[in-house]
């Protein structure tokens, strides 16, 4: 053990077994988010100040919601890891891609796959996609906390060598080198930090605006996972995209970063189309519900 590092903390990634059932927690992770997602998506429907005409979902929705999502996310976790990260050892070995429990997700796989869920679903029940992708942007840094967190548990996704940072840690499966725990980087600002901006974001502007905070939760997401990338080991299969990882914070340019780069001009595009007015839609629940009392009623059935 390196004298400025730390031990890495001895937990078991399974968190019951029950005979050969064994369940992770990496998989209660997922399910920790959709719950909290769910719960803080009810409110967010229920508080009528944040919502002023413009047509909202109500709660029951948000119950059907859940599992579109839910299929959105695992579907295209797994497609964008296969595509972005491993596309030749799937191509070699297809049967692979089904190996779930072996892991291998991506973040930006089910991110596109989160969206095509809530576009899907609004056309399904007459809603505005850009109010719906609005409610997912305000709760799914719960979601991302918790994988992160799960992500230090199993050991995985570790962080550059660090020999000269006191909270470095030496994980069992990054060599005997101690390195950043970058996980608990991104659960701090992917997940709690985005968190809290958020949260400001909704009680400030609430949803009268669609697409306003979906673009300041895209935005914001790229930002800091390009920050966290500094400190974070490339995938081994793909390395740094350019440079050798030396410079400045380590430097090089990784997948993750080249993926935010996309994630940043939707972002800002949105936050000026919401701002500017240009994505609200011509038909309010104003004109659907003649009263405003109606209107409550029906986001409180």
């Given amino acids: 053990m390196p004298i400025l590092a730390l031990p890495f903390p001895a937990i ?3 968190a019951i077994a029950i005979g050969p059932i064994t369940i992770k927690w990496y998989a209660l992770a997922y399910i920790a988010g959709l719950i909290g997602g769910w719960y803080y998506a009810r409110r967010l429907v229920m508080a009528d100040r944040l919502w002023g005409v413009v047509k909202r979902p109500v709660p029951t929705d948000i119950d059907d919601l859940v599992v579109w999502v839910a299929l959105g996310v695992v579907l295209g976790g797994r497609i964008g890891y296969v595509l972005f ?3 030749p050892m799937y191509i070699a070995d297809p049967i692979e891609i089904l190996a779930i429990r072996n892991g291998g997700m991506s973040f930006h796989g089910g991110f596109l796959g989160a969206i095509l869920a809530f576009l899907l679903f609004a056309r399904s029940r007459g809603l505005n996609g850009y109010t719906l992708l609005d409610i997912g942007a305000v709760v799914v840094p719960i979601g991302l906390f918790f994988g992160r967190i799960a992500n230090f548990v199993n050991g995985e996704l570790w962080g550059r060598v660090a020999p000269d940072f006191p909270y470095a840690i030496v ?3 990054g060599g005997p080198v101690p390195r950043h725990p ?15 901006v958020m949260a400001i974001a909704a009680r400030r502007f609430g949803f009268r605006k669609p697409g306003l905070l979906g673009g300041i939760f895209v935005l914001g997401y ?3 996972r390009t920050t966290c990338e500094f400190f974070r080991e490339p995938d081994a299969q793909l390395g740094f995209l350019f ?3 030396l410079g400045p914070m380590g430097g090089g340019v990784t997948m993750g970063m080249l993926l935010c780069v996309p994630m940043a001009l939707v972002g800002l595009t949105y936050i000026v189309l919401a701002a500017t007015g240009r994505t609200r839609p011509k038909r309010t629940a104003a ?3 003649p009263t405003q009392e109606a209107q409550a009623a029906r986001a409180k059935a």
């Fill in 12 to 14: 078991d990634p399974v």
């Fill in 85 to 87: 990260y491993n596309l």
């Fill in 171 to 173: 994980f069992p499966t």
């Fill in 182 to 196: 970058s996980q608990l980087y991104e659960a701090a600002t992917e997940g709690l930090l985005l968190f809290i």
């Fill in 222 to 224: 790229a930002i800091a």
């Fill in 243 to 245: 440079g050798d990882g």
């Fill in 287 to 289: 004109a659907a519900d």
